[in-house]
């Protein structure tokens, strides 16, 4: 696949290091104002630096855009005149709609917006797929790059942006909930680096619990609360500060705050 990658930062970065580790590409051109950033990508003779998107465009087929949601629309400007029949244009960008991306090169274009996460780097990303029309016909080689990097999952674009907090967002939220629980092993006495690798895993477990089982983690909690035990009074005393509404609570902040991200950012 001749990929390219517009606007290199973390989130394009995480997407390169998955597709060159999977080796799903043919070529790869990864694109920055300022390549100085990119050097890690240096070496490997099918991917190309650059801070020309009208050459990584002409030069791919799939292309994947992965800037902020301020500095698209003027990409889609400058790149419209030369996008042709064979390009797939992919977006990761949040809260930039399918009308919106149409009315800036055409309906007859493929469109799909992706929403992967940083977890794409190591080829474990959940990944949110929705399409224009003419997108449908091409939705098969998305969730084909996609479902290499990890699982995907196709919904209708009326649910992206909640995705963008489940998925996206979701990483940084069950980043803290590691942290957290890292501090609190090495309060019980584990020294700070066995006190992750403890948090690690054991989050790595339970997810795939419910991964392997497909069981509710309502069930698995019952499997572990021994009656009178340690668990629940601890699961007990979690919800009495509040554990679960503060999670709820935080993700329906971060979906409301999608409204205006656009307007915001420069
Ligand atoms: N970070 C994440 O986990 C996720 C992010 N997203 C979405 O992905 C997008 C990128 O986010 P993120 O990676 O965090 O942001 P970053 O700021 O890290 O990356 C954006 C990159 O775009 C580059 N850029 C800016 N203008 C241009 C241009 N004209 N041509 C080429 N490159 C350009 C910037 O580099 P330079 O200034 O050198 O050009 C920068 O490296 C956002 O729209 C975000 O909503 C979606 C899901 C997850
Ligand atoms: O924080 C953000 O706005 C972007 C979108 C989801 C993850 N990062």
């Avoid at 020309?52 to 790149?79: C, R, T, Y």
């Avoid at 489940?166 to 803290?176: D, E, H, N, P, T």
Wanted: proline residues 3%; hydrophobic residues 40%; aromatic residues 6%.
């Amino acid at each position: 696949m001749k990929i390219a990658i517009i606007g290199t930062g973390n989130l394009g970065k995480s997407i390169a290091k998955g597709l060159i580790t999977n080796n799903a590409i043919t070529s790869l051109y990864l694109t920055k104002r300022n390549i100085e950033g990119l050097a890690e990508f240096e070496g490997y003779t099918n991917v190309h630096l650059t801070t020309d998107n009208l050459l990584a465009v002409q030069k791919s087929d799939i292309i994947i855009f992965a800037v902020q949601p301020a500095h698209f629309e003027g990409i889609l400007k400058m790149i419209k005149p030369y996008l042709t029949e064979k390009h797939v244009l992919i977006s990761t960008i949040t809260g930039f709609l399918i009308p919106q991306i149409e009315q800036e090169i055409g309906e007859d274009k493929f469109i799909i917006r992706a929403m992967p996460n940083t977890a794409i780097a190591v080829g474990k990303s959940m990944t949110c797929l929705c399409s224009n029309t003419q997108g449908e016909k091409r939705i098969q080689i998305a969730e084909a790059i996609f479902n290499r990097l990890g699982h995907s999952l196709s919904i209708p674009e009326s649910q992206m942006q909640a995705a963008t907090v489940v998925c996206a967002s979701g990483i940084a939220f069950w980043m803290r909930l590691i942290r957290a629980t890292t501090q609190a092993a090495i309060q019980l006495g584990f020294d700070a680096k066995e006190a992750q690798e403890l948090a690690m895993f054991t989050s790595e477990g339970a997810a795939n619990l419910l991964i392997t089982n497909g069981n509710h983690p309502e069930e698995e909690i019952d499997r572990v609360t021994t009656p009178k035990g340690c668990t629940i009074e601890g699961l007990n005393e979690m919800e009495h500060k509040g554990l679960s509404s503060s999670l709820i609570q935080g993700m329906v902040a971060s979906f409301n705050k999608i409204n205006n991200i656009k307007k915001e950012q420069i």
